[in-house]
């Protein structure tokens, strides 16, 4: 693997690329915090590959940015721009353990079969009322305001539901004019609802005690593992760009703890 560098904290652009104002949106949002470079090798920054047939090669482009701020230990975004074949954001905010803070996670995927879209403030342990019970009395109106405009996306994996909060968002949205239009007037505006709602709750977070610390961690530590194991994407980048490139952006930037 070639050294870490850091990564610039000037947002990712690739042209044509579906969820560009997605990420716009949210670096725009996290200036403010003052945001530092975050530590990816340079292999990982930008992928470029070509996939699909002889007769009809399709450019893939896969790049990573990320920062770091006071009490967010890792902020990423995972973009992958293919054409028609795939156009992905992955957004995921992980928190320092010293503060009491879910994960914010934002999943946009754009197939040939249609959009798949997921928001959500993610717990490090929802068994533990003390570091949920805070986030959904202040996310669940959030998500009832969006959630009657959108289609359910049907159910989730009975083994996954520990790492997914009450308010989570997840929608089936069909390619076309329709899709398009509530991609532009409700999930865009509920992505930027959602972040708007975990800065506020960072900016509330004060230090916890070692304890605590510990406890968070543990719990942080079980989501990072449960996602890197079941990354969905992962056949998708696999087919890209190879098994052990993939693998290796798996554990080491997308699930790094």
């Given at each position: 693997?070639?050294p870490?560098?850091?990564?610039?904290?000037?947002?990712?652009?690739?042209?044509g690329?579906?969820?560009q104002?997605?990420?716009?949106?949210?670096?725009?949002?996290?200036?403010p915090l003052?945001?530092q470079?975050?530590p990816?090798?340079?292999?990982?920054?930008?992928?470029?590959?070509?996939?699909?047939?002889?007769?009809?090669?399709v450019?893939?482009?896969?790049?990573?940015?990320?920062?770091?701020?006071e009490?967010?230990?890792?902020?990423r975004?995972?973009?992958?721009?293919?054409?028609?074949?795939a156009?992905?954001?992955?957004?995921?905010?992980?928190?320092?353990?010293?503060?009491d803070?879910p994960?914010?996670?934002?999943?946009l995927?754009?197939?040939p079969?249609?959009?798949?879209?997921?928001?959500?403030?993610?717990?490090?342990?929802?068994?533990?009322e003390?570091?949920?019970?805070?986030?959904?009395?202040?996310l669940?109106?959030?998500?009832?305001?969006?959630?009657e405009?959108?289609p359910?996306?049907?159910p989730?994996?009975?083994?996954?539901?520990?790492?997914?909060?009450p308010?989570?968002?997840?929608?089936?949205?069909?390619?076309?004019?329709e899709?398009?239009?509530?991609i532009?007037?409700?999930?865009?505006?509920?992505?930027?609802?959602?972040?708007?709602?975990?800065?506020?709750?960072?900016?509330?977070?004060?230090?916890?005690?070692?304890?605590r610390?510990?406890?968070?961690?543990?719990?942080q530590?079980?989501?990072?593992?449960?996602?890197?194991?079941?990354?969905p994407?992962?056949?998708?980048?696999?087919?890209?760009?190879g098994?052990?490139?993939?693998?290796?952006?798996?554990?080491?930037?997308?699930?790094d703890?």
């Amino acid at each position: 693997m070639t050294p870490e560098r850091p990564s610039s904290t000037d947002p990712v652009v690739l042209p044509g690329w579906t969820w560009q104002p997605f990420l716009d949106d949210a670096v725009n949002a996290l200036h403010p915090l003052n945001i530092q470079p975050y530590p990816i090798a340079e292999e990982f920054l930008q992928k470029q590959d070509i996939t699909g047939s002889r007769s009809k090669p399709v450019t893939v482009t896969t790049a990573t940015w990320a920062c770091r701020t006071e009490k967010f230990r890792q902020v990423r975004a995972a973009c992958v721009n293919a054409g028609a074949a795939a156009s992905v954001l992955n957004f995921v905010i992980n928190p320092l353990s010293r503060f009491d803070l879910p994960f914010f996670g934002g999943d946009l995927v754009t197939l040939p079969s249609g959009h798949l879209l997921a928001l959500d403030l993610q717990p490090a342990d929802k068994s533990d009322e003390q570091h949920t019970r805070p986030v959904w009395n202040r996310l669940l109106p959030i998500f009832e305001r969006w959630r009657e405009k959108l289609p359910d996306g049907g159910p989730i994996p009975e083994e996954a539901q520990p790492f997914f909060s009450p308010g989570f968002l997840w929608t089936r949205l069909p390619l076309g004019e329709e899709g398009e239009h509530l991609i532009e007037t409700v999930v865009r505006p509920a992505f930027n609802d959602y972040l708007r709602l975990y800065l506020e709750l960072a900016a509330e977070a004060e230090p916890v005690s070692d304890a605590r610390r510990d406890d968070l961690l543990a719990g942080q530590r079980r989501y990072t593992d449960y996602r890197a194991e079941k990354d969905p994407a992962r056949g998708m980048l696999t087919r890209f760009h190879g098994s052990d490139w993939t693998e290796n952006y798996i554990h080491t930037v997308l699930f790094d703890l």
